[in-house]
């Protein structure tokens, strides 16, 4: 099956601009995931939908980040002024409802994009 | 709140030899156990899993042990090969419908020829 697609997968940007991000993730998976990796961490979860839902965005700021995912499928991550700490790597993952996979509850990480904020 | 934590941000091991990457978890109501791989420039790629219910899952080289009692869990990898060198993260699911994963700080392990 083909792996969940993110583009861009570097993005240098001044701090004060906006950025977005674009995800597909692995066809009939109804959840996905967006991710932030700090430099020395673990990847947080900033937001998941189910179908085009939000679940869960306890962790998101939303004074600045927003996420849409419409028609289930496709989903985009903006940040709106990006700020210096907001350099990561951004993950888009997917799994079946549920996270339940072939092999347990793992599900699918992208690439990522490495934003670098200036 | 660090709920799940590594707490050896590197370890270094010979061809071979065994390597053993520790995770410490605090929530008592996660019922999944997970190892992800992650080499330079690409995203976490699932390794091997272990529900609550449990205290071992073996897939070829790699075992994971579970010890509820400790809130602990191990990877072993043996023997230990090169191509192995990347970062660990451990995650632990919540229980429920959700999916939602809770991961570690990271171990590097780099595995010397």
């Known amino acids: 099956e083909a792996g969940v697609a993110q583009s861009p997968r570097y993005k240098i940007i001044e701090k004060r601009q906006s950025v977005a991000f674009w995800c597909n993730p692995i066809?009939?998976?109804?959840?996905l995931y967006w991710y932030q990796q700090i430099l020395g961490q673990g990847p947080k979860l900033l937001i998941q939908?189910?179908?085009?839902?939000?679940?869960?965005d306890s962790q998101l700021p939303k004074d600045r980040f927003s996420a849409e995912r419409l028609k289930g499928v496709d989903s985009t991550l903006k940040i709106q002024p990006a700020k210096l700490e907001d350099s990561a790597v951004y993950l888009c993952?997917?799994?079946?409802?549920?996270?339940?996979?072939?092999?347990?509850?793992?599900?699918?990480f992208g690439s990522g994009t490495r934003l670098t904020v200036v | 709140d660090q709920q799940v934590k590594q707490n050896s941000p590197s370890l270094s091991v010979q061809e071979g030899r065994i390597s053993i990457l520790n995770c410490d978890y605090t929530?008592?109501?996660?019922?999944?156990f997970l190892w992800y791989k992650k080499y330079p420039a690409e995203g976490p790629t699932f390794l091997i899993s272990?529900?609550?219910?449990?205290d071992k899952n073996e897939d070829g080289r790699f075992t994971v042990f579970l010890n509820k009692s400790a809130k602990h869990l191990s990877l072993h990898i043996v023997p230990s090969q090169p191509g192995d060198s990347a970062v660990y993260f451990c995650?632990?699911?919540?229980?429920?419908?959700?999916?939602?994963?809770?991961f570690g700080q990271g171990t590097t392990l780099q595995v010397k020829p």
């Open positions: 993952a997917s799994s079946p409802v549920g996270g339940q996979g072939r092999r347990g509850y793992g599900y699918t």
């Open positions: 066809s009939g998976h109804a959840t």
């Open positions: 939908f189910q179908n085009n839902g939000v679940v869960d």
């Open positions: 929530n008592s109501m996660f019922d999944y």
């Open positions: 272990i529900s609550s219910i449990k």
């Open positions: 995650a632990a699911r919540f229980a429920g419908n959700t999916g939602k994963l809770i």
